[in-house]
């Protein structure tokens, strides 16, 4: 590909539209957030605005707040992202076969990924409920339960029932887009295996989950991002109680600056969070060995 | 054989209809809900069908919470948003599959990067600028919002299915003949269609479900979208679980229609291009 | 080739350009028009004035339309825009449009928020207007002394329009069942949570609300509760920590998770109410407002409300956190046309429909006599109260600046710990106590004009 080497210009025409939009809408906002970090910044109280240095930083660090945050969150991106990964694998899998009423299933089982945060919030608290959700009324009928379980109330089942929820709307990312990923192996190597005597098994651990992995790392780390800054239904149906067992420091940064006004504080968490999530994107992308191929 | 068959029943039927039930028995409940009362949704026992249908819910949404216009707006925004991120993220997927530059590298950070940041701090100053470009209060400044805010991760995945495009497939078209451009759009685009159509769907769902922007940069009833409706039935002092129900059913209907039409395009387009390469 | 490929690029890239280029001088006519109907209104044609509702239903809606075309028909020169905010997003949107300096004309608020963007200099002051106004009088007193008195600079921001008056309701089917008299104080109450607990049948004495707007709730119940109507002492020390609050808010705590539902713990209003809906709990509290949920799903005559509790004092105390407002934006550029529509509908014959339909209580006082308030029992004894002399008034100090922040970012969360047991009530107190009196100290030091 020698050509490659005459037509500079044509990859930064080509970037020039996602540069102008990132740029022009984008880049001040993140600048600002930044620089309100080192800002007692709260517009209700101008008496008290001006630089303040780290004083946001020190107040943040010191309060077990922000420690109980930053492990919520953690529980929350590990335990969303790892079983939207294996779920979404086994459905992607089974649809990736051909057999009657595949397009059916299919359909099926992406209609979740249509739904927003608080849509899905709408329909869980309807389930969760303690005293009208059919949830606990199932279990009753089933005689697993005595008495009704406060789903989202209770501090043992609450992140759990919170973690269901997503998960339920989270699914189809990872099926679509490995789905997706898998339909474009050739499969000829397929065939191949299979003249070898390979049994499913050793098929997909040999052959399926490397041609995936750059996928799979992409996917993982998009949706980590993903998942470490979502608000929306968590916010819809726990507000982060109780006693912020489901307060993520997204929850935490929304809630600074959306419901009390207080942009300096909130930002400095933003900035905290972007950080983490910086280093968490490259000790990953570093250790995957993601896209080292393409480099070539 | 028989064995075949039972292996079939336990690696494909069993987990496919547990996963669906799982999938389906929430939607399932909304539509049970939307079609009943509220003394009905509230009261006990719980009932597994409507003793009575009803079918004021949808009215009530439809009409008297205004689904009907708040529904066209999100169909236009939505779409024209999805057009211009699939573009564009062809664009940069393919600068950054096929091209070496300088900058890419932070080009590629940057698309990480501005992900890194809750939308809830980044508002009031977005606020600000779109109110230096006199923006605010139209659909234009929705649309650049959505299309900014979904391009960095659309890009990435787009790249991600360029380079499962064999590179080989476009040099032998191009030795055969075909100019670059040629060679895209008669052996790139075919073989990625799975990918533009995935994009597309995740830029269609977050565009369709945007909901802060639409309510801080909307100020005119008669422009608002779907999210903002259905926010609007939550009040503070009545419930209506059923109007609720009955809103996120109409919102959910689009996107779900349309994917139910287009999945069959994630499985067939590859397989073509694949064998004409 | 590789030219045609680049300009074809180039081509994209300018297609694009082209229509965002055709999109910003929509934007551009849109602010064209703008301007333009501006100069038509100085030329004396019609005036275009924006109006937020910060709490949008389909029922206010409506509403709000039939009044505004009764308005444009009595004000041929005056046109009013209805733009609905849904309730919890209201006030985000307030705050932000304050900060770009984008308001509308004029909106309903809280007298809760009206400090925040008093101190931002968003509001226009009343009294100028109001001194030509010839209904003035109509307003209830209690309210409009009380929205003048608590502004920092002694101006008027607001008019009241309406005012929430909190209640206890109570299902009667579960009192008969469990044969429990309808209680008259709060001592009474919390005896009756107890008999009318009925666990196995998945019935609870109270639903307490655990979650968002929970310490604001509590606020009001113990203010009732001691009869207090002082809410800083002669020394500027908040009274939230009274032995009464005290002891009200441990016996409530207790009662959490043995006589109430477990799920009360994360309940806003809207779960709260779902639970008395529902038939699961037999008493909470919340203002009269929510009478028209309880009789479509529980059904006419099988709920009251107590609006007359006797503190513990032997009076009555009415805890009020403020009306719902109508105020006017110092960035308006029709100030006489906007304040004519927002004194418009205070007066009586609009006052009167708004308040009927929602079902809440009318700060005009010729509302309050009219037919309809009479015909609905709360509001009766709601209206009743306010207009009776002896009824006593605490405003909760919702002026202070950082009061809503306190509530939203630590007494709310902090409340669940006190019904988890982890807090206790003295505890909880004495530290709400100790940063009310910080931020009125702040308060009258910083934000007051004298």
């Known amino acids: 590909m020698q050509k490659k080497q005459k037509t500079v210009l044509t990859p930064y025409l080509l970037i020039l539209p996602a540069v102008l939009f990132i740029g022009c809408v984008m880049i001040y906002p993140l600048c600002k957030v930044f620089y309100l970090a080192f800002q007692n910044y709260n517009p209700t109280m101008p008496f008290l605005n001006g630089f303040c240095g780290i004083d946001n930083f020190v107040k943040i660090l010191t309060t077990g707040e ?11 991106v590990v335990s969303e992202v790892g079983l939207q990964l294996v779920f979404g694998m086994i459905v992607a899998l089974i649809l990736n076969q051909s057999f009657r009423g595949r397009g059916f299933f299919r359909a099926m089982t992406f209609v979740p990924w249509a739904m927003s945060g608080v849509l899905t919030a709408v329909l869980f608290s309807l389930i969760f409920n303690e005293n009208f959700g ?19 109330a209770n501090s043992k089942t609450v992140l759990g029932s919170v973690v269901v929820a997503e998960l339920w709307r989270g699914i189809p990312f990872f099926a679509i887009s490995l789905l997706a990923a898998m339909q474009g192996l050739s499969q000829d190597i397929y065939e191949a295996a299979k003249v070898d005597g390979c049994t499913r098994f050793q098929t997909f651990r040999k052959i399926t989950l490397p041609l995936l992995k ?19 239904l968590i916010y819809s149906l726990t507000g982060g109680g109780p006693v912020g067992k489901t307060t993520t420091l997204s929850m935490l940064i929304a809630n600074q600056a959306l419901t009390t006004n207080n942009y300096g504080y909130g930002s400095a968490i933003s900035v905290i969070s972007f950080f983490i999530l910086a280093i968490v994107a490259v000790i990953y992308i570093k250790a995957s060995g993601f896209g080292k191929e393409s480099d070539e | 054989m028989k064995e075949k068959k039972r292996v079939i029943v336990f690696l494909r039927w069993l987990p496919l209809i547990a996963i669906n039930i799982f999938v389906l028995f929430p939607i399932y409940w909304a539509v049970n809900t939307s079609f009943k009362g509220e003394g009905e949704i509230l009261g006990k026992p719980i009932t597994y069908l409507p003793k009575v249908p009803i079918i004021s819910n949808f009215v009530e949404a439809w009409k008297n919470v205004g689904f009907d216009k708040y529904f066209v707006n999100s169909l236009k925004v939505s779409f024209i948003s999805v057009i211009f991120i699939v573009v564009v993220a062809i664009m940069v997927g393919y600068a950054l599959t096929r091209y070496k530059f300088k900058g890419k590298g932070v080009f590629m950070g940057l698309l990480l990067a501005v992900q890194f940041i809750p939308a809830a701090v980044l508002l009031v100053p977005l606020f600000n600028t779109f109110k230096t470009m006199h923006l605010v209060g139209s659909h234009l400044a929705l649309i650049v919002v959505n299309v900014t805010f979904q391009l960095p991760f659309c890009c990435i995945l787009m790249k991600g299915f360029i380079e499962g495009v064999p590179i080989a497939l476009e040099e032998a078209a191009m030795i055969d003949g075909c100019s670059r451009m040629q060679g895209i759009v008669r052996v790139v685009i075919p073989m990625l269609v799975p990918g533009i159509i995935t994009v597309a769907a ?14 801080m940069f909307l100020n005119d009833p008669d422009m608002y979208t779907v999210p903002i409706g259905l926010k609007m039935m939550q009040g503070e002092y009545g419930v209506h679980y059923g109007a609720m129900a009955s809103g996120a059913i109409i919102a959910m209907i689009i996107p779900v229609a349309l994917f139910a039409y287009l999945q069959k395009y994630l499985v067939t387009g590859l397989s073509a291009g694949a064998v004409k390469g | 080739m590789k030219k045609k490929f680049i300009s074809a690029i180039l081509c994209g890239v300018l297609g694009i350009s082209m229509i965002s280029g055709c999109g910003s001088s929509e934007g551009d006519k849109e602010s064209q028009r703008q301007t333009a109907s501006k100069s038509a209104a100085d030329s004396g ?7 937020w509702d910060n709490y949008a239903d389909t029922i206010r809606t409506e509403l709000y339309g039939k009044l505004i075309s009764q308005f444009e028909e009595e004000n041929p020169g005056i046109k009013v825009k209805y733009v609905p905010l849904p309730a919890d997003q209201a006030k985000s949107k307030y705050d932000v449009a304050i900060q770009s300096e984008t308001t509308p004309d004029c909106g309903v608020t809280y007298q809760y928020w009206l400090n925040d963007f008093i101190v931002q200099d968003a509001l226009l002051p009343l009294d100028d207007y109001m001194s030509s106004w010839d209904k003035k009088d109509e307003l209830l007193e209690t309210f409009q002394n009380s929205i003048k008195e608590m502004s920092p600079d002694g101006k008027t921001y607001g008019l009241a329009q309406t005012v929430t008056i909190p209640a206890v309701w109570y299902n009667t089917d579960i009192f008969t069942k469990a044969d429990t008299e309808i209680p008259q104080s709060w001592d009474e109450i919390l005896a009756a949570v107890e008999k009318t607990t009925d666990k196995e049948n998945g019935v609870y004495g109270f639903s307490i609300r655990g979650g968002a707007g929970s310490s604001q709730q509590f606020e009001q119940m113990m203010y009732q509760y001691s009869g207090i109507t002082e809410m800083f002492d002669e020394n500027g020390n908040s009274t939230i920590n009274d032995p009464a609050h005290v002891e009200f808010l441990d016996k409530f705590a207790k009662l959490y998770n043995v006589y109430t539902p477990e799920s009360d713990i994360t309940n806003a209003s809207t779960e709260m109410i779902s639970a008395f809906d529902s038939g699961s709990a037999a008493m909470i509290f919340h203002n009269i407002g929510s009478y028209g949920q309880h009789r479509d799903t529980l059904g006419e005559g099988k709920f009251g409300a107590l609006v007359n509790l006797k503190s513990i004092q032997d009076t009555n105390v009415i805890v009020s956190n403020g009306a719902t407002t109508l105020s006017v934006f110092k960035n308006t550029k029709h100030p006489e046309e906007t304040f004519k529509f927002v004194s418009w509908l205070t007066e009586h014959s609009a006052d009167s429909q708004f308040n009927e339909k929602i079902g809440q209580v009318p700060c005009n006082k010729e509302a309050l006599k009219d037919e309809w308030v009479r015909k609905s029992l709360p509001i009766k004894e709601s209206a009743d109260a306010l207009l009776d002399e002896n009824t006593k008034i605490a405003t909760l100090p919702i002026n202070v600046t950082g009061y809503f922040d306190l509530h939203q970012n630590t007494l709310a969360k902090e409340f669940q710990n006190v019904l988890l047991g982890n807090t206790t009530a003295q505890e909880y107190l004495d530290n709400w ?4 009196t910080r931020l009125k100290k702040q308060y009258d030091e910083k934000v007051v004009q004298k």
């Open chain 2, 202 to 215: 995740f830029a269609l769902i977050g565009c369709w479900n945007e909901f802060l922007f639409a309510m």
């Open chain 1, 66 to 76: 922000f420690y109980s945050a930053l492990l919520v969150s953690l529980k929350w």
């Open chain 3, 45 to 51: 044609d019609v005036v275009e004035i924006t109006f």
């Open chain 3, 433 to 436: 106590a100790s940063e009310m």
């Open chain 1, 214 to 232: 750059n996928t799979i790392v992409l996917t993982t780390l998009l949706r980590t991002i993903w998942e470490f800054n979502s608000v929306d």
């Open chain 1, 134 to 152: 059919v949830l606990n009324d199932i279990l009753r009928k089933l005689g697993i339960i005595k008495e009704n379980v406060a789903w989202l």
